[in-house]
């Protein structure tokens, strides 16, 4: 079993910048890649971001040049950096990982952007 929390979240308005944390426990030997998501009312979960363990990166193009994904493999801790943030980000984001073929998520953090 895997845990990840997350942390980070909140109410900011458009223009500003939040960082989320994702810090993962448990049986996490074999993690690879970790990955942010995210979920508005009303539409589908999607990806935000992903990063490998050798920090090779993957963005959507909705968030590219505005969100930096990194990791801190000695902490077990997946970091989401977002700046130049718009109303359109405002979403519960949650992180992800795969396991042996077992998908994990965090219970998710709420990003609220005003305009």
């Known amino acids: 079993q895997v845990q990840l929390v997350e942390s980070g979240g909140g109410l900011v308005q458009a223009g500003g910048s939040l960082r989320l944390s994702c810090a993962a426990s448990g049986s996490i030997f074999g993690i690879n890649a970790m990955g942010w998501y995210r979920q508005a009312p009303g539409k589908q979960r999607e990806l935000v971001a992903t990063?490998?363990?050798?920090?090779?990166?993957n963005y959507a193009e909705s968030v590219k040049g505005r969100f930096t994904i990194s990791r801190d493999n000695a902490k077990n801790t997946v970091y989401l950096q977002m700046d130049s943030l718009k109303p359109e980000d405002t979403a519960t984001y949650y992180c992800?990982?795969?396991?042996?073929?077992?998908?994990?998520w965090g219970q998710g953090t709420q990003v609220t952007v005003s305009s």
């Open positions: 990063i490998n363990s050798g920090g090779s990166t």
């Open positions: 992800n990982t795969v396991v042996k073929f077992t998908t994990y």
